[in-house]
């Protein structure tokens, strides 16, 4: 026979469906920037970033060429978030405020995903992460130890290579990134292939970013010579609006289309449901039923060729 004790056990199942939907449905914009790769043990070392292969023709015999390798590691981080029930509202039944609360739940583990992901970027020009940050004290450098957003990036036959500018946003500015971007070289001295796609800037360059990727007209201020003039850049690049991107003034591009985006999602563990109800020493002494949601993983960067920065 069934008492109210039992209901807690009983909602568990619910509440993880309920829970799994809304982490489903809930926009994630860190996915936009970053590939997912599955880790399997504490920490993964990715020795492949930034080395290609040479193609030559083939005469006699395949020969294998050796890769610049680098020692770059990610560290997986264990992160939560929980919330408290009161027992009674168990068993005066409010399970639909209780539900709420789960689906609240659900959408802070997506957030959370983008503020790990959108903080990153904005410390982007930085080996370590600031203090106060969910970064502090986590080295942030790319797989070639400087910072992602750097002026002196080289290896193999490269030669130095720079993703970090100073201009404002503007026509002239992106046109120019867009074209550095493209001209960028692998380890072996060859062209990267990057093609930007993407431009990102804080809540305060939104419309100005809008009018330079849609308007029909050039937008840049100035004459009305060069508002009559037809924009180029109008469809050029795709346009991401976020609210962790403190900085009011700088923008970014990203080539996303690659197998290595600029970001990687290192998954260790899925985001996990999990709960203490009846029967537990806080349900006994407090009253409380606990709901939670944990993950391990991390967020850091990938390739440094697929972003570029204007620190203004």
């Known amino acids: 026979m069934l008492t109210k004790g039992d209901i807690p056990k009983l909602l568990l199942a619910g509440m993880k469906t309920n829970f799994m939907k809304a982490f489903e449905i809930a926009q994630k914009e860190h996915l936009t920037v970053s590939t997912v790769i599955r880790s399997g043990k504490s920490s993964e070392t990715y020795p492949w970033l930034g080395a290609v292969p040479k193609m030559g023709e083939w005469k006699d015999e395949r020969i294998p060429q050796a890769m610049l390798e680098h020692n770059f590691t990610i560290a997986n981080r264990d992160f939560e978030a929980s919330i408290a029930v009161d027992r009674n509202a168990i068993e005066d039944e409010q399970y639909g405020q209780i539900e709420v609360r ?141 609210d962790y991107l403190t900085d009011t003034d700088n923008w970014f591009i990203f080539d996303t289309n690659r197998v290595v985006k600029p970001m990687i999602l290192q998954l260790r563990q899925d985001p996990r449901f999990t709960s ?37």
């Open 102 to 242: 789960v689906k609240e739940l659900a959408t802070e583990a997506v957030r959370f995903f983008d503020e790990l992901a959108f903080t990153l970027m904005g410390q982007g020009t930085q080996t370590s992460g600031s203090a106060g940050t969910i970064y502090d004290g986590v080295t942030l450098t790319a797989y070639d130890g400087k910072a992602f957003f750097a002026t002196n990036h080289s290896e193999g036959d490269s030669g130095t290579q720079s993703n970090r500018g100073s201009s404002a946003l503007s026509a002239s500015a992106l046109q120019s990134a867009i074209t550095s971007m493209k001209k960028f070289k692998n380890d072996k001295g060859k062209p990267a292939h990057v093609r930007p796609n993407l431009l990102t800037v804080p809540n305060d360059l939104e419309w100005e970013a809008k009018e330079l990727l849609n308007s029909q007209f050039y937008p840049e201020e100035g004459t009305t010579t060069n508002k009559m003039a037809v924009n180029v850049l109008k469809g050029s690049l795709n346009l991401l609006v976020n």
């Open 276 to 312: 203490l109800v009846s029967g537990t020493e806080s349900s006994f002494m407090r009253k409380k039923l606990y709901f939670g949601v944990d993950w391990r993983g991390e967020i850091l960067w990938g390739d440094w060729r697929t972003g570029f920065v204007s620190i203004v």
